[in-house]
């Protein structure tokens, strides 16, 4: 009976998200009438003991990651610079091709350390012109933005800036850079296959006569000509986010060593643990560098509309940060009751240590909707046995991290997932029209995972 009433949680928040609710409303909702349903009086403790603080928690750790990353976003796009790389793509890719153009730009954006949420916005306008211009389905933008964006550059590819690949650093003591070639073959895996499969799609599509289509809303002005910036320029903070990034992995900690400690005025010392948290310092080092290198090149055109530009980024993180913070929230009311101890047993039931990892990671980010949010539940409660049985087997903590990064992208974008809910928001789409790109994307994302773990297991190499 445990076990149902947390799957049927699940069930009403995939239900509400389906139906354009807002997630940060119900998923305390949905969360709190599972404890309503198990034992009434415990609501207002694990409400305000539990829930509140998961989040309240994961808002004060990566808060400032997902403002940057947004203000970054921001500022490459008031700069005219993602025309400019877009443009560049286009002339080497072919107007032909527009599936691949996108996928190929959402990949070099968010790569770059541009949030996936605000790729999705400043990807869009360029995807549905290309579209119109191939004659491809409307419907088709969002899996094609989602193959680019919330997959292999999200968490696959070493040393990506995005969040799911920070945290497992905080839980393996590892950088971003972690089991790199098995990073590499799941990114090809993924783009491999999931390029095959929309372009079967759009061949389907039209082989039926079927063509972009009209009447659809959310549709954007047509682009103006402009004079853009040199692709190279276009490029370099995005490469400079990269670069800093990885460099700042080593001066971090050669700097401040494994804790900081610091007095001044206070009646105790602040005692930081840099260990823990020195690959979320240098991803916002290395974020705040971009934004000045891009204020560096084009200044004027920021500085024009960076008091909107800006307000609109901050919401746009708040938006994000809050959605999987709640999420987040959500995930750790249903890990504390009694029918997640069944879905936990299950789990440790998988004796394989990598497979178990994957497959807890996943579920969880299932449950939650979030990548994040999901692999954060499952690493806190359960990274521990993760490592003891790694070390047991000989297995190397990156390939730990590789593993719980790239699960965590897998079957997290069910329905109520806040990436999905906002890229259908934007695109003007719905679950009913887009959503089974979405999902077999996601399927895809899910297979690379065990792929890459049979080839560590055949040939030795992460």
């Known amino acids: 009976m445990s076990f149902l009433i947390a799957l049927a949680a699940l069930a009403l928040l995939m239900l509400v998200a389906y139906r354009g609710y807002s997630v940060i409303l119900f998923a305390p909702v949905c969360a709190l009438l599972a404890v309503l349903v198990t034992d009434p009086a415990a609501v207002p403790a694990l409400f305000t003991g539990l829930f ?11 808060f400032p990651v997902f403002l940057l990353g947004a203000v970054f976003g921001k500022v490459i796009e008031l700069s005219g610079f993602s025309k400019s790389i877009v443009a560049a793509v286009i002339r080497l890719v072919g107007r032909e091709r527009a599936m691949l153009s996108i996928v190929l730009v959402c990949a070099l954006l968010t790569y770059g350390g541009v ?14 012109e290309m579209f119109r211009q191939g004659n491809i389905p409307k419907r088709l933008i969002p899996g094609t933005i989602a193959l680019g964006a919330f997959t292999f550059t999200m968490d696959s590819l070493p040393g990506t800036p995005q969040i799911q690949n920070i945290i497992p650093t905080t839980f393996f003591k590892t950088t971003t850079w972690a089991a790199p070639w098995m990073g590499l073959i799941g990114s090809i895996f993924i783009l491999l296959l999931g390029m095959a499969y929309l372009e079967w799609r759009r061949r389907s599509a039209a082989a039926a006569g079927e063509g972009y289509g009209t009447g659809h809303t959310q549709e954007p002005e047509p682009m103006a000509d402009e004079q853009l910036a040199h692709p190279l320029i276009a490029l370099l903070p995005l490469v400079l986010v990269g ?4 460099l700042l992995l080593t001066l971090v900690p050669a700097y401040y060593g494994t804790s900081y400690e610091v007095q001044l005025a206070m009646a105790k010392p602040l005692v930081t643990p840099v260990a823990s948290i020195q690959a979320i310092w240098a991803v916002e080092g290395a974020l705040l560098l971009g934004i000045l290198a891009v204020l560096v090149f084009a200044f004027r055109p920021v500085a024009r509309r960076f008091a909107e530009g800006s307000k609109a980024a901050v919401a746009g993180s708040l938006l994000a940060a809050m959605n999987t913070a709640s999420e987040y929230g959500f995930g750790a009311v249903i890990a504390a009751l009694p029918g997640f101890l069944v ?4 789990l440790q039931a998988i004796p394989n240590p990598l497979v178990n990892e994957a497959v807890s990671v996943t579920a969880l980010a299932g449950i939650t909707g979030s990548a994040s949010g999901g692999m954060s539940i499952a690493l806190a409660a359960m990274s521990e046995q993760f490592i003891t049985a790694a070390n047991a087997a000989g297995i190397p903590m990156d390939v730990l991290h590789r593993v719980a990064a790239m699960a965590s992208g897998g079957m997290d974008t069910l329905p109520h997932n806040g990436a999905v809910i906002t890229l259908l928001t934007v695109t003007g789409l719905t679950h009913r029209t887009s959503y089974r790109d979405i999902f077999t994307v996601t399927c895809i994302k899910t297979l690379a995972v065990f792929f890459v773990i049979a080839v560590y297991y055949l040939t030795g190499i992460y």
């Open 52 to 62: 509140m603080d998961k989040m309240v928690g994961f808002v004060k750790l990566y």
């Open 115 to 128: 949030s996936l949420f605000v790729v999705v916005f400043a990807v869009y306008p360029f995807a549905a």
């Open 343 to 346: 879905i936990q047993k299950g």
């Open 243 to 246: 670069v800093m990034n990885k």
